[in-house]
């Protein structure tokens, strides 16, 4: 596969999750850009507004194994990873695998799951691996993780801890439609938008070299010290008390060279970091509390930062 190639395929995913997620374009980019980046994904929003569907188009797409997990005080770690059962008449244990074995995994308002079960989708999430009685046992490759969560309701709900939102490559948020789209949904009937009418118009195998060429994809070293002083910066703002990690620096200059394969490039352009800076960082930041106070966001101090810092010049070849 080739550059050309990579950004054909991506076209007609973007091209088929429109059939049923409408006006909603440049979510699906930043999907796009997760699952060529290989990183997991945090969506943020109130519900109804359509993220399991979002999702659901995805994996249908690129012919993918989908499962959707409800989260609630009750889940237990082995409700997502799967259990060993003896089997008498064989006199060993067999692995049931739960529903985490599958390449896309929508983590339905994961904040509802108590810590000893986050600790498990963190292990998934950053080892892509599950320990069920001792025994590792991989995940499907490739492997995603879309968690939801909603930003109104707190009740019953436990904080995410920051270790695991900063395995979270983008946390994004979808918003309303705009009045032609809500319209349309209205007008239209609900079996002409579902995502089981989707037929796959791209592989696992394509999504598999797709990310092998997005690696290779290359940074000059003036936009890597860009994308660093970004970074550094982040740590040193007056506002910020805690700022974001290496790992953060690794998923952003990841993300960047996927948005830059998704655009047909080879490389990647200071506009890129610009785009892609708030969705991958915002969520890694924690602002102190005067700050916060005073309405400031984590945005807010990005923003700040990319207007101050100089950008290079002559990055494109």
Same mark, same amino acid.
């Given at each position: 596969m080739d +550059?050309? +190639?990579?950004?054909?395929a991506a076209n007609r995913i973007r091209s088929n999750m429109e059939a049923c997620i409408y006006g909603k374009r440049d %979510?699906?980019?930043?999907?796009l850009i997760a699952l060529v980046a290989g990183g997991h994904v945090l969506i943020e929003d109130v519900p109804g507004t359509g993220k399991t569907l979002l999702v659901k188009?995805?994996?249908?797409?690129?012919?993918?194994?989908?499962?959707?997990?409800?989260? /609630?005080?009750?889940?237990?770690? *082995?409700?997502?990873?799967?259990?060993?059962?003896?089997?008498?008449?064989?006199?060993?244990f067999r692995f049931r695998p739960g529903p985490i074995m &599958? /390449?896309?995994?929508? %983590?339905?308002e994961i904040n509802r799951a108590t810590t000893k079960t986050q600790s498990a989708l963190l292990e998934a999430m950053e080892e892509r691996h599950v320990t069920v009685d001792g025994e590792s046992h991989p995940l499907p490759v490739p492997f995603m993780l879309?968690? *939801?969560? /909603?930003?109104?309701?707190?009740?019953? +709900?436990?904080?995410?801890? !920051?270790?695991?939102?900063?395995?979270? @490559?983008?946390?994004?948020?979808?918003?309303?439609?705009? !009045? &032609?789209?809500?319209? $349309?949904?209205?007008?239209?009937?609900?079996?002409?938008?579902?995502a089981d009418a989707l037929e796959p118009v791209a592989s696992l195998d394509d999504v598999i070299r797709m990310q092998e060429l997005a690696s290779q %994809?290359?940074?000059?070293?003036?936009?890597?010290d860009y994308l660093l002083r970004l970074i550094r910066e982040s740590r040193t703002h007056p506002a910020v008390l805690l700022g974001a990690s290496p790992r953060a620096a690794v998923a952003l200059s990841a993300a960047v060279r996927a948005r830059a394969l998704l655009a047909g490039r080879n490389y990647v352009i200071p506009d890129d970091v610009k785009a892609l800076?708030?969705? #991958? @960082?915002?969520?890694? =930041?924690?602002?102190?509390?005067? &700050?916060?106070?005073?309405?400031? *966001?984590?945005?807010? #101090?990005?923003?700040?930062? =990319?207007? $101050?810092?100089? %950008?290079?010049?002559?990055?494109?070849?």
């Open positions: +550059t050309q +190639t990579a950004v054909q %979510v699906i980019d930043w999907l188009s995805l994996a249908r797409s690129i012919g993918g194994a989908y499962h959707r997990i409800q989260c /609630n005080p009750d889940l237990l770690p *082995t409700d997502i990873t799967g259990v060993s059962i003896y089997h008498p008449k064989e006199e060993q &599958a /390449n896309l995994v929508l %983590v339905d879309f968690a *939801t969560q /909603n930003p109104i309701e707190f009740e019953g +709900t436990y904080s995410l801890p !920051e270790a695991q939102l900063d395995r979270f @490559l983008l946390k994004i948020s979808l918003g309303y439609p705009d !009045e &032609a789209s809500e319209k $349309r949904l209205v007008l239209e009937p609900a079996a002409e938008r579902s %994809v290359h940074i000059e070293d003036d936009v890597a800076a708030p969705l #991958v @960082l915002g969520h890694r =930041m924690h602002l102190r509390a005067e &700050a916060r106070m005073n309405g400031l *966001t984590p945005r807010a #101090v990005l923003d700040e930062l =990319m207007h $101050r810092l100089p %950008v290079p010049v002559g990055s494109e070849r």
